[in-house]
C-alpha cells in the first residue's frame, strides 16, 4: 500500500516554514535538501530541515490535511510542530539518504 506524508520543513527552529505533500517523503525531502528545484521557495529561504510530518493511506485525505494547515496561523502550526518536535530537530537526519542518485 503506498503511503502519502503532509510535511513541514524550516530553515531553523521558528524560521521559515513550508508545507508540501508527497507520496514519496524520502525523495522529496531529498530534492529540498539538494535544492533540485533551485528557484523554488524552499531553496530559496533554504529550507533544508524535516522538522513535522503526518502519514496518510489516501492522498485525497493527504492533500486535504495540507490544504488544512496551509490556512492555519503561523502560532498553530508551531505548536503543532514542537507537539512532537520540540527541539526543532531534523527528523530526516538519521535517514539513510542517498544523494547520489539525485546528483546524476
Not at 41 to 54: D, Q
Amino acid at each position: 500500500m503506498k503511503l502519502w506524508y503532509v510535511y513541514i520543513m524550516s530553515n531553523r527552529a521558528n524560521g521559515v516554514l513550508y508545507i508540501g505533500v508527497s507520496d514519496n517523503i524520502e525523495e522529496r525531502v531529498k530534492e529540498h535538501k539538494l535544492k533540485v528545484y533551485p528557484k523554488s521557495f524552499t531553496a530559496k529561504y533554504n529550507c533544508t530541515m524535516l522538522v513535522y510530518f503526518e502519514e496518510f493511506e489516501n492522498g485525497k485525505d493527504a492533500e486535504k490535511r495540507e490544504r488544512q494547515f496551509k490556512k492555519w496561523k503561523r502560532n498553530w502550526k508551531i505548536e503543532l510542530i514542537e507537539e512532537m518536535n520540540p527541539n526543532w530537530i531534523d527528523i530526516s537526519a538519521n535517514w539513510n539518504l542517498n544523494f547520489s542518485k539525485l546528483r546524476e
